[in-house]
């Protein structure tokens, strides 16, 4: 089907106080397993590619975007792409040539100042040919170069009001926040601050999202969309069950040379995480019945 685009599918999710998971493409493999997932729910996903996927593939953007797109496009099921944690510029007007429709610009590693004007420029660039920007404001930590930071520790946290100030003066369509998750998280066990993100939902006029989901509890996930949350990004989780899968295949057919026994099955392992994330986040018990067409 047609893609459909982030804004279309976080701006009615936040009116109805759901939300959309988001989740990272690296291979091949990811995109088509997260459009089998969220055929097999029923429900939409956002298909996001990070700036170090891009780098994992020698820096160009065009042949990863190119796959992912074709597999959306083949898809049921209604799926956005979205490139994600990008700190160089020029991949946000590569983004645009390659048919995103939105783009998570992270100068969260520059002082307050520089990442307002830099994401503020960003956001002129990205508004005037119709893209969606997502920022970062307060250190969600654990991503790669950078040493992991406790996600209870004090500078781990965004503060209500500085985020209105920063949504004010960038512009941005949506604010990445640091509520207690920590990406690359491999196990479940992050508690978030629900509060906070009550207080965040009360004073910012834009979604809210989470990023580090893989490391969140069901239940917690759960309550995070009930206070506020909106857009919840899961990678980690796909890259535990996708390497778990082909070590217990190999490990059973040593033997094994051909990339396509393991793969299928890494695949088959990564389409029944999605599912079971876009059902928890949908707050539904079991999966919904496949949907065969529309939007």
């Known amino acids: 089907m047609p893609l459909v685009s982030t804004a279309g599918l976080v701006a009615p999710a936040r009116a109805a106080r759901r939300a959309v998971v988001a989740f990272n493409v690296i291979t091949l493999e ?11 729910t029923g429900l939409p996903a956002i298909l996001q590619i990070s700036e ?9 953007l065009s042949a990863v975007a190119a796959a992912t797109t074709a597999v959306a496009r083949a898809s049921t099921a209604p799926l956005a ?25 992270d ?20 508004h005037t040919r119709g893209m969606w920007v997502e920022a970062e404001l307060g250190r969600v930590g654990g991503k790669d170069g950078e040493p992991p930071l406790d996600a209870h520790a004090p500078g781990a946290r965004t503060d209500p009001a500085e985020a209105a100030a920063y949504v004010a ?22 508690a978030l601050d629900h509060g906070l993100i009550a207080a965040l939902r ?18 917690e996930l759960r309550a995070a969309v009930r206070a506020g ?38 695949r088959e392992a990564m389409a029944e995480t999605a599912a079971r994330f876009l059902t928890v986040v949908a707050g539904e018990g079991r999966p919904a019945r496949p ?5």
Request: glycine fraction near 10%; charged fraction near 20%.
């Open 81 to 105: 792409l979205h490139l994600d944690h990008v700190v160089t510029p020029g991949l946000v007007h590569a983004a645009h040539a390659a048919g995103f429709g939105s783009v998570m610009v």
């Open 30 to 40: 990811h995109a088509e397993a997260v459009a089998a997932g969220a055929e097999r």
């Open 202 to 219: 009360e004073a910012l006029p834009v979604p809210l999202v989470l990023h580090g989901s893989s490391g969140v509890p069901d239940e």
């Open 52 to 60: 170090n996927a891009v780098r994992f593939h020698g820096g160009d």
């Open 107 to 126: 100068a969260s590693r520059l002082d307050h100042g520089d990442n307002v004007k830099a994401t503020a420029e960003a956001v002129r660039w990205g």
């Open 291 to 295: 949907r065969t067409g529309g939007a």
């Open 169 to 190: 003066e960038t512009g941005v369509d949506a604010l990445a926040v640091a509520v207690g998750s920590v990406h690359a998280m491999t196990e479940r066990t992050a």
């Open 229 to 266: 949350m909106t857009k919840i990004n899961v990678g980690t989780a796909l890259n535990t069950a996708y390497t778990a899968a082909i070590r217990a295949f190999l490990a059973a057919h040593p033997e094994t040379v051909d990339p396509r026994r393991y793969l299928a099955g890494a």
